[in-house]
């Protein structure tokens, strides 16, 4: 669905809820979009369930 409005461009920022945090992600660089918003590669669909997308290396904490 769009806005009432339907014209105003949505923040070029990640719109991650980083819930620990309690902010939004807001990261600039390398967004994608998807279904539900931009994402940065920290924060897509697959990095969140857990998985790699391609050329972009995991961080798997050691
Ligand atoms: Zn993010």
Redesign the pocket.
Known sequence: MTGPQGEEKPPLE???W?GAERRY???RDDLRRYQPGL?????TPAALAGRREPGIPAVQPS
């Open positions: 990640c719109g991650h980083i992600c807001l990261a994402r940065c590669p920290a924060h």
